[in-house]
């Protein structure tokens, strides 16, 4: 556990229980019989659990199902390193569920036949995940919009497990994303409204004032994309505000039906306790709600509540005010109908066929030709030249005057990603840009407006060894897999100089240039081992499938021709010391970025095989730049 800050996969939310907590008369009050509870610290915070809200002589007798769910968070503080960014959270959690599995592999291998093996190092964090893993529970990935969903569905895939998404709020946006791939969500009540006494300067995007208008139409839009949900309170600290809030989704097209299952029968089936509660069948424990009236309309009163056959009256003036009073004293009108959502994202217009005339077109390839023609047939040049006509129902541009050029390639990109560096480490080649890539950047649609049509979005430049790349083209209204250039080689960014050696909180070694390289060869050592391991697990000489390394296992990809390498880079010193290395453990740099002193070795980059991205227009800028001219 001490090698993975963050993980209490061991704790459960039903230990350290206390049954005199107020909000526990509070909640019932207003009709909730149980609760899911989650611990708080950590990004795998612990197993789920389930509790009645009644009164017993032991608190432990509160609970009904624990293990129903591992809760994990991107976002936590109650540790120091690694990780300190979203993409290194994303890999951490990889790691750590590609670790349960092999521990799963080990130890099945060793009780099926114990004689003459050593015996496996029992885990204690490892230990409820490989119970996870056998049991099938779900991991309670956080997600609130469309990308974030998408996030959580890819890397619930390499992790083994099916995720159940919280949050949700943004999720009318990827019902058809949910339902696609057949996953649940806990949708968080505690609607976002604009402030009440914001900034009257402040400009909000488009995304965020869509979410405030629209986050309440979210069940209605899960409902009809058949997709399982159940509610959950967020940060509402008083239970009246819940019922009030369901209301404005049913307002905005959710069924009251269907409100209602979401509140109890849903919020079961998808905890897996449906065989036990969430519906008034024979059998079932007796948890239930007497009230006034039709629970959803305005003035409706809890009167009496069961809690495992346990009956609870409740006094008219002990059920708790919501934000604007008792539900029964306030007239509430429901809210006005959605905006309408126009098509800010996406093609002009898309065309099987189109056909661009008359232009001057600067091939790349094959010089410049006058009055030239292009013919595009699904997305892909079908021909070029002169002398071509216009197909049938083609759209035509006439381009007369006008220039074509090949769409431009920015090599060394940092927009439309919600992390660049993961600075904790020295050698961070387990993370990538492409589990944090961010395709509703307004910067995608600049870069477009600047004639810009593909990136190399890089890692930065924290680290000797930083993390993969993300090739992208700049398909403004995408998803994030749809971005991705299909085939891309992988690649991967190390840094030279100033950047990797600086103070780092916590402090982290190097702290001079001979240490950076001293990083980079050491870890190209321990992945020259790690090779060896899977070449002898392919050569049928290991009884167990090793151990996948995610760090190791992008260094070997380096080592073997599968992923290139993009290195940051100013002195010539520095660039000759990484290609003398490069050439030690036999493989090439791909690209020298910036490479400001590449003047002084351009005979040796070129003898190395290496090519160079290099700025167009910034120059001798800092210390270690001021060598750095245009020539």
């Not at 898309?350 to 410049?368: K, P, Q, R, S, Y």
């Not at 992208?472 to 991967?492: F, M, N, P, S, T």
């Not at 392919?538 to 073997?560: F, H, M, N, T």
Request: charged fraction near 25%.
């Amino acid at each position: 556990p001490e090698d993975r800050p963050g993980t209490h996969s061991w704790k459960s939310a039903a230990e350290d229980l206390d049954s005199g907590d107020d909000r526990i008369e509070n909640w019932r009050n207003m009709g909730f019989t149980s609760v899911v509870s989650t611990r708080e610290d950590g990004l795998v915070t612990g197993q789920a659990a389930v509790l009645n809200l009644g009164e017993f002589d032991r608190a432990r007798q509160m609970v009904v199902a624990t293990s129903v769910g591992m809760h994990l968070k991107l976002r936590d503080r109650s540790y120091t390193g690694y990780p300190n960014s979203l993409m290194g959270s994303f890999a951490y959690l990889k790691q750590l569920y590609l670790d349960a599995q092999h521990y799963d592999r080990v130890w099945n291998d060793y009780s099926a036949d114990p004689s003459g093996k050593s015996r496996p190092e029992w885990d204690l964090a490892l230990e409820p995940i490989r119970h996870q893993l056998a049991a099938g529970y779900p991991v309670l990935f956080p997600g609130n919009n469309r990308t974030e969903i998408e996030r959580a569905i890819v890397t619930s895939e390499v992790m083994g497990v099916a995720p159940l998404v919280y949050g949700a709020q943004g999720a009318f946006a990827a019902a058809d994303l949910m339902a696609g791939a057949g996953i649940s969500a806990l949708v968080n009540l505690d609607w976002p409204e604009a402030p009440r006494d914001g900034d009257p300067e402040a400009k909000p995007s488009l995304e965020t004032l869509r979410l405030w208008d629209r986050a309440a139409t979210t069940p209605a839009e899960l409902a009809r994309a058949g997709v399982p949900f159940a509610f959950y309170s967020g940060d509402i600290e008083n239970p009246a505000d819940i019922i009030g809030n369901v209301r404005k989704a049913v307002s905005l097209g959710l069924s009251g039906d269907a409100a209602i299952r979401a509140l109890t029968l849903s919020a079961a089936e998808i905890l897996g306790v449906e065989d036990r509660m969430g519906s008034l069948d024979v059998g079932k424990i007796a948890n239930l709600v007497v009230a006034s009236g039709d629970l959803l309309e305005e003035g409706t009163r809890v009167e009496t509540v069961f809690v495992d056959g346990g009956k609870f009256e409740i006094a008219p003036d002990a059920a708790p005010r919501g934000r604007r009073g008792q539900a029964d004293e306030v007239e509430e009108s429901d809210p006005p109908p959605p905006v309408p959502m126009t098509a800010d994202k996406g093609p002009f217009r898309e065309d099987a066929v189109t056909f661009i005339d008359n232009a001057t077109i600067l091939t790349g390839t094959n010089g410049t030709i006058e009055q030239g023609s292009i013919l595009i047939r699904d997305g892909r040049i079908a021909e070029v030249g002169t002398g071509l006509s216009a197909p049938g129902g083609a759209h035509v541009v006439d381009a007369a005057g006008k220039y074509v050029i090949p769409g431009i390639i920015d090599a060394h990109s940092h927009i439309a990603a919600a992390a660049i560096n993961e600075g904790a480490v020295n050698v961070s080649s387990m993370v990538g840009i492409k589990d944090v890539l961010e395709p509703e950047d307004i910067s995608v649609y600049r870069a477009l407006a600047g004639g810009v049509t593909a990136i190399n979005i890089l890692h930065g430049s924290a680290n000797p060894i930083g993390g993969g790349n993300a090739v992208i083209k700049l398909r403004w209204g995408g998803d994030a897999q749809e971005l991705l250039v299909d085939g891309a080689h992988l690649g991967i960014k190390f840094a030279l100089g100033e950047n990797t050696k600086r103070d780092r909180e916590p402090a982290r070694y190097p702290s001079t240039r001979m240490g950076v390289q001293d990083v980079v060869r050491k870890a190209f050592m321990d992945a020259q081992l790690y090779q060896r391991e899977w070449d002898d697990w392919d050569a049928g000489s290991l009884a167990v499938e090793p151990r996948r390394d995610l760090k190791l296992e992008a260094l070997a990809q380096i080592l073997r021709g599968d992923r290139w390498v993009h290195s940051h880079s100013y002195r010539a010193d520095e660039i000759l010391q990484l290609i003398r290395l490069a050439e030690e453990f036999d493989f090439t740099v791909r690209t020298f970025q910036h490479v400001l002193e590449g003047y002084k070795v351009a005979d040796e980059l070129a003898a190395h095989g290496a090519g160079a991205s290099t700025f167009s227009d910034w120059w001798a800028y800092k210390v270690e730049a001021y060598e750095a001219i245009p020539y």
